[in-house]
């Protein structure tokens, strides 16, 4: 079993929907992270979070540390969210080593 | 500039040759990685350091090797290239604090043929 599980593993939505992608997670963590990739292959960090919730724009990252899950959701969805998400979990003590998941492949059409 | 710059971009390569992917940042972070992505699987570590003097193998270093030049650079070969290490690799920074998160180069893509 993978220790980072994504859900859907691909998603197809329309413009202007509510999206949620899920993370799960088996180990302990100092922090989850959520990427981006774009179809040209850059990665750029979204968030970083360690408990709650956070927000960027239209993006909400929520994390339960309890339950070892992260959402990450996408309000009024436009073609441009189009991409990878990734979620990775850093490993707990100084080396913070991040363990990736496959990633969920998104497409937002218009 | 980007923060994180990874050279070549593309790289189209005969088995058995040896060749380097170059990275360098301006983020004056101590701590770089080398990854591996390939289709369907998520990043895996293949090498990482936390500065000049530490270098560390990862999960799947095998067939690589690296080279911190500076706190800037870091480096990555692949002494005798096989076809298995068609991938696309990403160069990364941290801080030690973990507070900021990774940033990431905007990768390599790495054809062995």
């Known amino acids: 079993k993978n220790e980072v599980e994504q859900s859907p593993q691909n998603l197809t939505a329309q413009e202007g929907e509510f999206i949620t992608i899920n993370c799960s997670y088996s180990?302990?963590?100092?922090?989850l992270h959520w990427l981006q990739q774009h179809p040209g292959g850059g990665i750029v960090s979204l968030f970083m979070l360690s408990s709650g919730k956070k927000k960027h724009g239209r993006l909400i990252a929520t994390i339960n540390i309890q339950e070892k899950h992260s959402s990450l959701h996408i309000t009024a969805s436009h073609p441009r969210d189009s991409a990878v998400y990734i979620c990775?979990?850093?490993?707990?003590?100084?080396?913070?080593?991040?363990?990736f998941g496959s990633g969920t492949q998104l497409t937002v059409l218009p | 500039d980007a923060d994180v710059t990874q050279t070549p971009r593309n790289r189209i390569t005969k088995t058995g040759k040896r060749i380097m992917l170059e990275c360098s940042q301006t983020?004056?972070?101590?701590?770089m990685y080398w990854y591996r992505q390939d289709p369907g699987l998520g990043l895996r570590l293949i090498y990482y350091s936390f500065d000049v003097k530490d270098i560390n193998k990862g999960e799947i270093s095998d067939g690589y090797s690296v080279s911190r030049q500076a706190q800037a650079k870091f480096s990555l070969s692949l002494e005798s290239a096989i076809p298995n290490q068609t991938a696309l690799y990403f160069c990364a920074t941290s801080d030690p604090t973990g507070a900021y998160g990774y940033t990431f180069g905007s990768g390599t893509r790495l054809t062995v043929v």
């Open positions: 180990v302990g963590i100092s922090a």
């Open positions: 990775a979990v850093g490993s707990p003590g100084s080396a913070r080593q991040l363990t």
């Open positions: 983020k004056g972070h101590d701590r």
